[in-house]
């Protein structure tokens, strides 16, 4: 089993930025992919950046450019990333939720073993 706890969600006025971690504990050994998504009121869930275990990145469209995931740093029994997010728009207010799966792989973003609780951020306009 692995416990996933989100923290550094708030508020924040369009254009400024919040740092989102995420830190994995547990059969850390297990994990091969973090991420993270976000789900706006009345919509689906949606990816927001994954990062597999060698560093390869992905993004949505949407954050290209603006979000920047880290690599997984693993100290103290625990695997943590983060999602540093900067020219914050209003659209981006959504909760962000954590992922970890032990799939190497993007083709299966669908597929996640494990959640976050989630974590709120709203951007001002």
């Known amino acids: 089993q692995v416990q996933l706890v989100e923290s550094g969600g708030g508020l924040v006025q369009a254009g400024g930025s919040l740092r989102l971690s995420c830190a994995a504990s547990g059969n850390i050994f297990s994990i091969n992919r973090m991420g993270w998504y976000r789900q706006a009121p009345g919509k689906q869930r949606e990816l927001v950046a994954a990062?597999?275990?060698?560093?390869?990145?992905?993004?949505?469209d949407s954050v290209k450019g603006r979000f920047t995931i880290s690599t997984i740093s693993r100290e103290n029994a625990k695997n943590t990333i983060d999602l540093q997010m900067n020219s914050l728009k209003p659209e981006d207010t959504a909760v962000y939720y954590c992922s970890a799966d032990r799939r190497n792989s993007f083709s299966t973003l669908h597929l996640n073993d494990y959640w976050g609780q989630g974590t709120q951020v709203t951007v001002s306009s």
């Open positions: 990062i597999l275990n060698g560093g390869t990145t992905t993004y949505a």
